[in-house]
């Protein structure tokens, strides 16, 4: 499966975004899937993942202003970004959990497809 992230821009703090992880095929349901982001100058992170059964994770950092979900008839997964802060900043990728459950995604667990990431930037 083939990935691609899009929705990000410009936004002041506690703005909203809401990213888009579109997959090439109708198989999108089979796949857990994450969203992660790079910061300039740091390693990349996990934020927050929703398993083929829609069950989602969020990290900390997250929790609370970001709602993952999906649609499987569009093949797309979202992350509804709300309260965002200058620390949000980064360049967000979602990529799909490689084996795991259906049940339960794992941010932790290996990834791949990862498609081309969305740069979201919050700033006055």
């Known amino acids: 499966v083939q990935l691609q992230a899009s929705g990000g821009g410009l936004v002041q703090p506690g703005g909203s975004l809401r990213l888009s992880c579109a997959a090439s095929m109708s198989t999108l349901d089979v796949y857990n899937i994450g969203w992660f982001r790079q910061a300039p100058g740091k390693e990349r992170e996990g934020v927050s993942c929703?398993?083929?059964?829609?069950?989602?994770y969020y990290e900390d950092s997250v929790k609370g202003r970001f709602t993952i979900s999906r649609d499987n008839n569009k093949n797309t997964v979202y992350l509804q970004m709300n309260s965002l802060r200058p620390e949000d900043t980064a360049v967000y990728f979602c990529?799909?959990?490689?084996?795991?459950?259906?049940?339960?995604?794992?941010?932790?667990?290996?990834?791949?497809?990862w498609g081309q990431g969305t740069l979201v930037t919050v700033s006055s």
């Open positions: 990529a799909a959990e490689i084996g795991g459950n259906w049940y339960t995604c794992d941010l932790r667990a290996e990834h791949g497809s």
């Open positions: 929703v398993s083929g059964e829609s069950r989602p």
